[in-house]
């Protein structure tokens, strides 16, 4: 596929708006300096292994600090190297991608030196669960909540969004655990297999990405079928009874989002034969259902997380569903929300910037 390692216009945005509620986090180290265990991958919020992948760029890094004797430093927009050692690595990532054959294979190398980074880079520094700094850690305030076992969400995260303080995603595991909102990094193959073995399980009707549509006859909540005990988009493919439907979410900024679905599109075409994946918007009727709601919501309902609780709303106007209290779980993750642009805000203004720009807080623009 045609991937692009370096910014677009709206990643330039998102790194604006990311040094902005960043730390400025300058000559941070790279914490006790090891090798990432699984353990500590696992805490960041996974429930797999730690890629092989990442594990090797992360191998490459430590060999170069001990073969040099210059120490990693990370510091500013998504835990970024500094000083010398960048240089370095620089000069040698660049070699590396320039042996890689296609762009499949510099696309996971990618990913892999991205996600290497950062867990290197907020070691120590950013809390493994709300991936804020310690200091403004928001999870005594998370109240948890079950997700309707019919349904799971996936987070299909580009690596550039892994361990972003005001990345929106991660609240949907912290509000109903990382078996009913599950992360997947683009990218990294491990992840990537993982997610399609699921769907496999679970039958092609049980799958919609939260999209614009781009099929030809557009698709909302509503033309999702219900049959008393399972969700299906399509009552002609096999689907599995007991597996849940699939919900898969792009975390991305508006033009990495296009890059996500373009990899799962071209993944589905292989598997299934059929050009388009099946996709799902929200519908306008949603958006002045919670308007009413939340007379002045704090967050644009195009964040990640806010397009999952609109999601949870509009199933919840859907009376066949109405057992499934879809209210209090739209409401748990709404409520996620406000505590993590709180804590963001507290955070800013701590260390003396501006709030102004907290109603345009617009990264991860979906829908
Ligand atoms: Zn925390």
Redesign the pocket.
């Known amino acids: 596929m045609a991937f692009s390692a370096e910014s677009a216009s709206g990643e330039e945005r998102a790194e604006t708006e990311e040094s902005l509620l960043a730390t400025t986090g300058a000559g941070r180290g790279a914490g006790n300096g090891g090798e990432v265990s699984h353990e500590e991958w696992q805490r960041w919020g996974m429930s797999s292994p730690l890629p092989s992948s990442v594990a090797a760029v992360i191998r490459e890094l430590l060999k170069m600090e001990a073969a040099t004797g210059e120490k990693m430093r990370f510091g500013g927009v998504g835990s970024k190297l500094k000083g010398d050692f960048k240089d370095m690595e620089d000069k040698k990532h660049r070699a590396v991608y320039e042996t890689l054959r296609d762009s499949d294979q510099k696309l996971q190398y990618f990913s892999a030196r991205q996600i290497g980074c950062r867990l290197l880079g907020s070691r120590g520094y950013l ?6 700094p ?1 200091e403004d ?4 305030n998370v109240v948890t909540c079950n997700l309707w076992r019919g349904m799971k969400f996936w987070l299909y995260m580009h690596p550039k969004d892994f361990l972003r303080q005001n990345n929106t995603g991660k609240l949907l595991w912290q509000v109903f655990g990382i078996q009913a909102a599950q992360l997947c990094l683009f990218g990294i193959q491990e992840h990537e297999d993982i997610m399609w073995d699921a769907f496999q399980r679970s039958g092609n009707g049980k799958i919609s990405v939260l999209y614009p549509n781009k099929s030809a006859i557009p698709k909302s909540v509503k033309d999702l079928k219900f049959n008393g005990s399972s969700l299906t988009s399509d009552v002609h493919e096999v689907s599995s009874q007991d597996e849940p439907f699939n919900f898969i979410l792009l975390d991305g900024t508006w033009s990495n989002s296009a890059a996500l679905y373009r990899r799962l599109k071209e993944r589905w075409t292989v598997i299934s034969g059929d050009e388009d994946i099946p996709c799902i918007s929200l519908s306008t009727l949603t958006a002045s259902v919670m308007h009413k709601l939340r007379p002045q919501p704090a967050w644009d309902r195009t964040c990640t997380a806010a397009a999952a609780a609109g999601l949870l709303w509009e199933l919840n106007l859907r009376p066949e569903l109405r057992t499934y209290e879809f209210e209090k779980q739209a409401e748990a993750v709404e409520c996620s929300l406000d505590i993590l642009l709180d804590a963001l805000t507290t955070r800013r203004v701590r260390l003396g910037r501006s709030i102004t720009r907290k109603q345009r807080h617009n990264r991860n623009c979906l829908l």
């Open positions: 809390c493994q669960k709300c991936w804020l310690t850690c928001m999870c005594a």
